[in-house]
T-cell receptor, first 113, second 116 residues
Framework: GQNIDQPTEMTATEGAIVQINCTYQ??????LFWYQQHAGEAPTFLSY????GLEEKGRFSSFLSRSKGYSYLLLKELQMKDSASYLC??????????????FGQGTELSVKP | DSGVTQTPKHLITATGQRVTLRCSPR?????VYWYQQSLDQGLQFLIQYYNGEERAKGNILERFSAQQFPDLHSELNLSSLELGDSALYFC???????????????FGPGTRLTVL
């Protein structure tokens, strides 16, 4: 089956660093995505990993270990506007057979002053 | 603004009715995906179209159907609606399924469906 796990909730302080973990067990793997979603709004793309290692994009970094079925999203210099749900998603099909994403339940991050 | 448009933004209807949700992908994107997001379920993949053809199917109910038209816009049809169909329905688009990598999906603003 397909299983993607992430913590339900996290709290962090403005200006701090927070790491949101994601573990996955899927039939096939073709990339892992992180999305940010504010309540009632559309998910917005943050980062993508297909090979092991760290991808850095400004205040956001994402890490992938395929052998461990593990990824994390690192958010630095937290701002109040970073309070949102963070969704881990895995693409399970080869690119030429589709590209659907399997999403985790999301981690609700609250940033406190 | 992702460039993906969805109409209507809100839809309120009664059980047993049929509705159509519409999505226009970003300019140049050939793939369209439909997702359902309810409070207790998270984002669930429904169906994908690529350049007019169905490419992948998720846990889409038989009461639901979709199509992608020659101009690449897509419609999701929901029939015999039940209370449990109340959810946010998102459309997403991506450049292509070809080209050697999985491309990120860009999500529209969603249609909030309420079935009374």
């Amino acid at each position: 089956g397909q299983n993607i796990d992430q913590p339900t909730e996290m709290t962090a302080t403005e200006g701090a660093i927070v790491q949101i973990n994601c573990t996955y067990q899927t039939s096939g793997f073709n990339g892992l995505f992180w999305y940010q979603q504010h309540a009632g709004e559309a998910p917005t793309f943050l980062s993508y990993n297909v090979l092991d290692g760290l991808e850095e994009k400004g205040r956001f970094s994402s890490f992938l270990s395929r052998s461990k079925g593990y990824s994390y999203l690192l958010l630095k210099e937290l701002q109040m506007k970073d309070s949102a749900s963070y969704l881990c998603a895995v693409s399970t099909f080869p690119y030429n057979q589709g590209g659907k994403l399997i999403f985790g339940q999301g981690t609700e991050l609250s940033v406190k002053p | 603004d992702s460039g993906v448009t969805q109409t209507p933004k809100h839809l309120i209807t009664a059980t047993g009715q049929r509705v159509t949700l519409r999505c226009s992908p970003r300019s140049g994107d050939l793939s369209v995906y439909w997702y359902q997001q309810s409070l207790d379920q998270g984002l669930q993949f429904l169906i994908q179209y690529y350049n007019g053809e169905e490419r992948a199917k998720g846990n889409i109910l038989e009461r639901f159907s979709a199509q992608q038209f020659p101009d690449l816009h897509s419609e999701l049809n929901l029939s015999s609606l039940e209370l449990g169909d109340s959810a946010l329905y998102f459309c997403a688009s991506s450049v292509s399924v070809a080209g050697g990598r999985v491309n990120e999906q860009f999500f529209g603003p969603g249609t909030r469906l309420t079935v009374l």
